[in-house]
C-alpha cells in the first residue's frame, strides 16, 4: 500500500510559479516511479511528467516541457512539480501517482494515487 498527499496548488496569475509536493507513506519510496498528472474540468486526466526511481530519469508531455521540472527526494519520500511560467490553460487539478510495476506514462498503469490539489491560472 502506498498512500500520497498533495500539497502547494493555488491561484497564480499567467507567467507566474507554483511548486507541488507529493509526500508518500507506505512501501519504500525510492523502489517506484512516480508521475503527475492533471485533469481540467471537463476533460480527460492527461499525463503531465514522470520521473524513475533509482536514475531518475524524467519525461514530459509537450505541453510542458521546458517549463515544468519533476524532482524527487527520496530521502523525504516526497516528489515535487516546479511550474513556471503557468499559463491558464494549465489550470486543473494536479495529482501525482505511484507505478509500482514500470514507467509509464498512461493513467491505467498506475497504482496509487493522490486526492489532487487544484492549480488556477488568471489571465
Known amino acids: 500500500q502506498v498512500q500520497l498527499v498533495e500539497s502547494g496548488g493555488g491561484l497564480v496569475q499567467a507567467g507566474g510559479s507554483l511548486r507541488l509536493s507529493c509526500t508518500a507513506s507506505?512501501?519504500?519510496?525510492?523502489?517506484?516511479?512516480m508521475g503527475w498528472f492533471r485533469q481540467a474540468p471537463g476533460k480527460e486526466r492527461e499525463f503531465v511528467a514522470r520521473?524513475?526511481?533509482?536514475?531518475?530519469?524524467?519525461y514530459y508531455s509537450d505541453s510542458v516541457k521546458g517549463r515544468f521540472t519533476i524532482s524527487r527526494d527520496n530521502a523525504k519520500n516526497s516528489v515535487y512539480l516546479q511550474m513556471n511560467s503557468l499559463k491558464p490553460e494549465d489550470t486543473a487539478v494536479y495529482y501525482c501517482?505511484?507505478?509500482?510495476?514500470?514507467?509509464?506514462?498512461?493513467?491505467?498503469?498506475?497504482?496509487?494515487w493522490g486526492q489532487g490539489t487544484q492549480v488556477t491560472v488568471s489571465s
Open positions: 520521473i524513475s526511481w533509482i536514475i531518475k530519469g524524467t
Open positions: 501517482a505511484a507505478d509500482l510495476k514500470g514507467y509509464s506514462s498512461y493513467a491505467d498503469d498506475y497504482d496509487y
Open positions: 507506505g512501501r519504500t519510496f525510492s523502489s517506484y516511479a
